[in-house]
């Protein structure tokens, strides 16, 4: 079960990772633009909305049912920012969160969206 956990607890940041890079990605593998949307959408719904994450309560279990003990925080909480000396409560520490996910995104589909439309007005002047 621990073991389990741990897969749980690498997809989970694997889901984070493809959230904060997956507009980037998109850029060289457009296919992956509805997955991100899918996944961020839910990251931020979760987040955003301070419900527990399913993915997080899912690790947890599995930790609890392996005998190991749990953690409070959240996954950002005890694998990023605790780990860095950050309170994941604190002011300071939430706007850091939300500039390091919003950015890249942002220069993500600001990229997508400058191809776009660059191929929209190829294809009306051709």
Same mark, same amino acid.
């Given at each position: 079960m621990l073991l389990l956990a741990g897969a749980v607890a690498v997809i989970h940041g694997v889901g984070v990772l493809f959230m904060l890079t997956g507009s980037l990605l998109a850029l060289r593998w457009p296919r992956l633009l509805w997955p991100h949307l899918a996944v961020t959408l839910f990251i931020v719904t979760v987040y955003v $909305?301070? $419900?527990d994450c399913p993915v997080t309560n899912l690790e947890l279990w599995l930790r609890a049912h392996a005998g190991a003990p749990g #953690? $409070?925080?959240g996954f950002i909480g005890h #694998? %990023?920012?605790d780990p860095l000396g950050f309170d %994941?409560?604190?002011t300071s520490t939430? &706007?850091?969160i939300y &500039?390091?996910?919003i950015v890249p995104n942002l220069v993500? #589909? +600001?990229l997508l969206m400058s191809r776009y439309l660059r +191929?929209?007005?190829r294809s009306t002047v051709a």
């Open positions: $909305s301070g $419900s #953690y $409070s925080g #694998y %990023i920012t %994941i409560h604190a939430q &706007v850091g &500039v390091i996910a993500g #589909y +600001g +191929g929209r007005a």
